[in-house]
């Protein structure tokens, strides 16, 4: 059984060793041997969080089309990077990556911090991603921690703790483990090996270039690491949504708050999201008055911290009807550059498809 000095002592060479023939081609990424764009790196990180490389790869080629550097990126209007953001989720991403974005083309006169503790003063740059950009975008010794770090220590130290009580031991052998050389190259091997090797379900040890000294693998039950206390289940929140149809096309929205949750995006107007939603209630909440049909599905949606679930109103009022305080009527044909959220768009999907509205 390998001891924790021997697994430190072995585990940087074999995971650089391995990177150097199996790394992603991810298009963030600077090819080997050469420096990091830190705008790029920042951009990616931010858009990575609680988001797969798959799913961000289009948004990242998108925005660095549109903006190919921080300065334009901060002269952009908010409403104009939330709509390229829309759809990648976790919206208050895209307001801090914009607030972010200003900071450093203004005051920072275009310079991005090289350090975890300054990184970690701009918005939107949490402990992880600071970590991450000092490491890839500067070459700092940072141990950048995320889940699938977690999941290759708690395996690799065969780490019996649950967690979240685990995660100071994880950091501290994380911490242990980053080389003094190529230490971004270290940390984005170990995001690799997490997502293509040492997997959530089944971890592919045979592999792996850590099996060797890996305590979770001489277990013969890595896939029990990281242990963990059983979540509680997600709350169910209920509301209702209205889809008013003006006779010309347009659809009535109005605009979320800009703190808070899907802070700035756009919405079918409807009612607050409650645990205890009275269905009997719901119509007494339309925007303007009109003969409404219940659709016949209701709309799922998961959040991070609640499960939702949308009755929605359809109605198709006159020409002239007008739009009430806080809401506007959106031509059909340029609802498809409002910034709406997954949710929004999974309703008005379900209205396209149901019979009698379009
Ligand atoms: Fe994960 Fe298996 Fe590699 Fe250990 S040997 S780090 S359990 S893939």
């Known amino acids: 059984m390998a001891s924790p000095e021997s697994i430190r002592a072995q585990a940087a060479p074999a995971i650089l060793a391995w990177y150097d023939r199996h790394r992603r081609d991810l298009p963030w990424r600077a090819p080997p041997g050469e420096s990091a764009d830190p705008y790029r790196v920042w951009l990616s990180e931010i858009m990575l969080q609680q988001t797969t490389a798959a799913a961000v790869k289009p948004y990242f080629r998108d925005f660095v089309s549109r903006w190919p550097d921080v300065g334009l990126l901060a002269k952009a209007a908010g409403e104009e990077v939330m709509r390229a953001w829309a759809g990648l989720g976790y919206y208050s991403r895209a307001r801090n990556l914009h607030a972010c974005a200003k900071i450093i083309a203004g005051p920072l006169k275009g310079v991005f911090p090289s350090t975890e503790a300054a990184l970690r003063r701009l918005p939107g740059i949490g402990p992880y991603t600071a970590a991450a950009i000092a490491a890839i975008a500067f070459g700092q010794r940072a141990a950048a921690i995320d889940g699938n770090v977690i999941r290759v220590l708690a395996r690799l130290y065969a780490i ?105 995006m756009t919405e079918l107007p409807g009612s607050s999201w409650e645990r205890d939603y009275d269905p009997a209630l719901g119509l007494k909440q339309a925007p303007v008055e009109a003969s409404y049909r219940k659709l016949g599905q209701e709309i799922d949606h998961v959040f991070t911290h609640f499960a939702l679930r949308l009755e929605v109103h359809v109605a198709e009022v006159a020409a002239s009807q007008r739009a009430p305080d806080g809401c506007r009527f959106v031509a059909a044909r340029d609802l498809g550059k409002e910034a709406f959220p997954s949710v929004m768009r999974k309703v008005i999907e379900a209205v396209r498809r149901s019979s009698g509205a379009g």
Do not use: N
């Not at 980053?178 to 091997?189: E, L, M, S």
């Not at 059983?230 to 008013?244: C, E, S």
């Open 160 to 264: 019996a703790a649950p967690l979240p009580a685990a995660r100071s031991e994880i950091k501290a052998r994380a911490e242990s483990l980053v080389p003094a050389k190529r230490p971004g190259d270290f940390a984005q091997a170990l995001m690799d090996l997490g997502a293509m090797v040492c997997t959530p379900k089944s971890p592919c040890c045979g592999l792996c270039p850590l099996q060797a000294f890996c305590l979770g693998h001489a277990s013969g039950r890595p896939e029990r690491f990281p242990c963990k206390v059983p979540p509680l289940p997600r709350p169910l929140r209920r509301g209702a949504a209205f889809y008013v149809r003006r006779a010309d096309g347009a659809v009535l929205v109005r605009t979320r708050p800009e703190k808070g949750l899907l802070g700035g």
